[in-house]
């Protein structure tokens, strides 16, 4: 399941997202989304773990609990979809 954890502190690492997420189970891949000009931290993240049993065990448990002073929010990704338009010009 692929896990969506936002409201994180720029300061958080994958490590110690990974670290979060691992008492509840393993962990297939951790990702904090960055800016692609400056390289700092969005503030959100995904993890994906295999078990789904383990994973709505660690959104349970992890959901507005506090990781480095902010509480962060975890829940189930959803599929991305279509994008909206941004309003740019296209030729």
Not at 21 to 48: H, M, P, R, W
Not at 62 to 84: F, H, M, Y
């Amino acid at each position: 399941m692929n896990i969506y954890v936002g409201n994180l502190a720029y300061s958080v690492t994958e490590e110690e997202l990974r670290e979060a997420f691992a008492a509840f189970g393993a962990i297939s891949s951790v990702s904090l989304i960055t800016d692609k000009f400056s390289g700092q931290s969005k503030g959100f993240g995904f993890v994906e773990m295999p078990n789904n049993s383990e994973a709505d065990a660690a959104i349970k448990a992890l959901n507005d609990t506090s990781l480095k002073g902010r509480n962060i929010r975890v829940n189930q990704a959803k599929p991305r979809g279509e994008r909206p338009s941004r309003g740019g010009r296209r030729f």
